[in-house]
């Protein structure tokens, strides 16, 4: 049987050049010993290509499942740690101070990492720094804010509240007692002759005494009671829940007790007060400044009955004391 498979080779001449080198003419051309003829059939060449071709795509194949999981992790070895690091960046500008980064590498990352830490360790300092400034700053604010007002309120040489601030809160006390329909007491304190006693003792014995009134009004009201020196030797206080015979009592208390203060400081020439007092029940018209108009009658009335005693609104009996 003819075998009709095609063939496919290359035929390469070969030539004596013996002749050429050992003395013939450079025109004379070697001769042609025979030809070297190398062949194959096209058949075996299409066989052999077909198997390296599938060779080579089966590599590139291998090469390229093992270069997926490969580069997945080379990415993932990069990018967590730059997420990691983002994150705390990210919480640290919301305001969570204590935040840092938790990479610790020695490559490029791991320096940026630590540079972040740093930085937000010199931040953090400093704001609390600021943060213990600023309560400082407050605490300061706040002592000198109770400085100024106890200066706008106080009267500064008894101590208790000056005639400003107990107009305020004569307004405030009595709008409270018209709305919860309670009872509110006005006492109007006089120092008798009290001129008498600066000109014939000086000023500072004169402070001195109303020093010591201050003080026993202080010891004897109660803490919603407001007390205050009403201008020169006259004092005022405010008692919230109270009728006029219940500040009868307190009066007598404050004359007594003012009178002991003296006694123990072995005083010359003893001081007694004048005090008039009233309450809102019958008051009319029905506002704040004529109860306090009601009270310093009262203390008129006491002032005409000779000082030293203590009398209530027109109406009742004045109150004498030894």
């Not at 025109?27 to 075996?44: A, F, I, M, Q, W």
């Not at 052999?48 to 993932?76: E, H, K, M, Y």
Request: glycine letters at 8%.
């Amino acid at each position: 049987q003819r075998d009709h498979s095609a063939f496919t080779g290359v035929v390469y001449p070969v030539r004596d050049l013996a002749g050429v080198v050992g003395g013939a003419s450079a025109s004379d051309r070697p001769s042609v010993l025979g030809y070297l003829h190398l062949s194959t059939s096209v058949e075996s060449w299409h066989l052999w290509s077909a198997q390296t071709l599938n060779f080579l795509v089966g590599v590139g194949i291998i090469v390229l499942l093992l270069d997926i999981p490969l580069s997945f992790l080379v990415v993932r070895r990069m990018v967590r740690p730059i997420n990691e690091l983002c994150e705390a960046m990210s919480a640290f500008s919301s305001g969570y101070l204590d935040v840092r980064s938790r990479v610790e590498r020695r490559d490029e990352i791991g320096k940026l990492a630590g540079t972040f830490n740093l930085m937000a360790d010199q931040h953090q300092r400093a704001h609390d720094s600021l943060v213990k400034l600023n309560n400082e700053l407050e605490k300061r604010v706040a002592r000198r804010t109770r400085l100024l007002r106890h200066l706008a309120t106080r009267d500064s040489l008894t101590g208790l509240y000056n005639r400003r601030y107990f107009d305020e809160m004569l307004k405030r006390r009595f709008s409270e007692a018209e709305r919860y329909g309670h009872m509110l007491g006005c006492m109007m304190i006089d120092v008798d002759d009290f001129k008498a006693v600066n000109d014939r003792f000086g000023h500072a014995e004169g402070d001195r005494r109303l020093t010591m009134l201050a003080g026993v009004l202080r010891r004897q009201m109660r803490v919603s009671d407001v007390g205050a020196r009403f201008g020169g030797d006259e004092f005022v206080v405010l008692l919230p829940h109270t009728d006029q015979e219940q500040a009868k009592t307190l009066a007598r208390r404050i004359v007594m007790e003012f009178a002991e203060v003296q006694a123990k400081a072995e005083v010359v020439e003893p001081t007694t007060l004048s005090i008039g007092l009233t309450d809102t029940s019958g008051l009319e018209p029905r506002e704040s400044p004529r109860l306090l108009h009601a009270a310093d009658q009262a203390l008129y009335a006491a002032k005409r009955d000779g000082k030293n005693c203590v009398s209530a609104t027109p109406g009742a009996a004045s109150l004498q004391q030894a």
